[in-house]
């Protein structure tokens, strides 16, 4: 009889240690505040968040995390747990909210960029790689490389343009960032631009044999757009102060 009874107590405590744990954890998982203090109307993710003034204030992105590190008192008033706080109206102009005249395919579409764009980016710096072996090798397959790359460079980056257009459709950043995002997006369309212009010129060196320094000035200048239209980028996701010693 003791054997039963002590068998019905541990069944019971075992029953009771998911109860316990459920109402535990849902209670840290659950945080009070659900919309991005900086980009106004977009759900939180709960793995990125600050702590600031004793509140855990929860973001959508990294670039939302540094912006608000940098500048916390102009989002707090769009945070519940600072509701006192004078309410101020929102300014679309320098929020980073989504834009209200962007339709939510387009705002979907669009962050589907990041994945598409690493593509093109790679194709174009190993059609470099490749004119360069063929420069001090001379043999023809870096030179048949460097074209295949270009191609498919093209194909990617007509993909990844109208991608990275959308996204920037979506969102409006602060002053600083809508400045590096006009330079990112027009960038990228001149790095579009460029590559067909080498892909052309390729094919001219192809057939007739002839201008193959043009070729490679124009390549060089697809790989300098690259550079500086990914590190436009990448100050937009992990911020201006990115890096500061």
């Not at 980073?96 to 705002?107: D, M, N, V, W, Y």
């Not at 690493?118 to 048949?144: D, K, N, Y």
């Not at 995002?181 to 390729?202: C, D, N, P, Q």
């Amino acid at each position: 009889m003791k054997h039963i009874n002590l068998t019905l107590i541990i069944l019971a405590l075992i029953a009771a240690f998911p109860t316990f744990g459920s109402a535990n954890g849902g209670h840290e998982e659950t945080p009070a505040q659900t919309i991005c203090p900086v980009m106004v109307g977009t759900p939180i993710d709960p793995s990125l968040y600050v702590d600031y003034q004793g509140e855990r204030v929860y973001l959508c992105c990294k670039t939302c995390v540094n912006l608000f590190t940098e500048n916390p008192e102009v989002y707090i008033k769009n945070l519940p747990q600072f509701a006192a706080a004078p309410a101020e109206k929102h300014d679309p102009a320098t929020g980073h909210g989504e834009a209200e005249k962007t339709p939510k395919l387009i705002a979907f579409i669009g962050k589907f960029h990041p994945m598409a764009v690493h593509t093109p980016i790679a194709l174009i710096l190993g059609a470099a790689l490749a004119e360069i072996l063929f420069l001090f090798t001379g043999v023809p397959l870096f030179r048949s490389a460097a074209r295949f790359n270009l191609l498919i460079a093209v194909l990617g980056a007509a993909i990844a343009v109208p991608l990275g257009l959308a996204a920037a459709s979506g969102i409006q950043y602060p002053d600083d960032y809508a400045i590096i995002l006009f330079r990112h997006k027009w960038l990228g369309v001149a790095t579009f631009a460029s590559t067909l212009i080498a892909v052309a010129l390729s094919e001219r060196v192809r057939r007739t044999n002839n201008g193959t320094g043009i070729y490679r000035i124009a390549l060089l200048l697809c790989v300098l757009l690259v550079g500086f239209t990914g590190h436009l980028g990448g100050l937009l996701v992990f911020g201006i102060n990115h890096f500061s010693w």
